[in-house]
């Protein structure tokens, strides 16, 4: 699968997004089926090693635009 845009820097999500369980981009709790999976991202921290994150987002990305324009604001 191919990301649309770049991701976000991993060391500004919450644990929640890191690990899949809510959408990387709004925050929504994701639910099976209703999620897109983002594949394996490596994380390469300035200090420390490298690590492995995964990343989900919502399936519904216009709702999830909204939802993320909201948060913004
Ligand atoms: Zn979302």
Redesign the pocket.
């Known amino acids: 699968m191919t990301v649309a845009r770049g991701l976000p820097p991993v060391s500004g999500l919450t644990e929640q997004q890191q690990r899949g369980r809510s959408?990387?981009?709004?925050?929504?709790v994701l639910t099976v089926g209703a999620d897109t999976d983002l594949g394996e991202q490596r994380a390469r921290p300035a200090t420390g090693a490298a690590y492995s994150w995964f990343p989900r987002?919502?399936a519904d990305t216009a709702?999830?635009a909204e939802?993320?324009r909201r948060h913004a604001s």
Do not use: S, T
């Open positions: 959408c990387l981009w709004c925050g929504a987002a919502c709702a999830c939802r993320e």
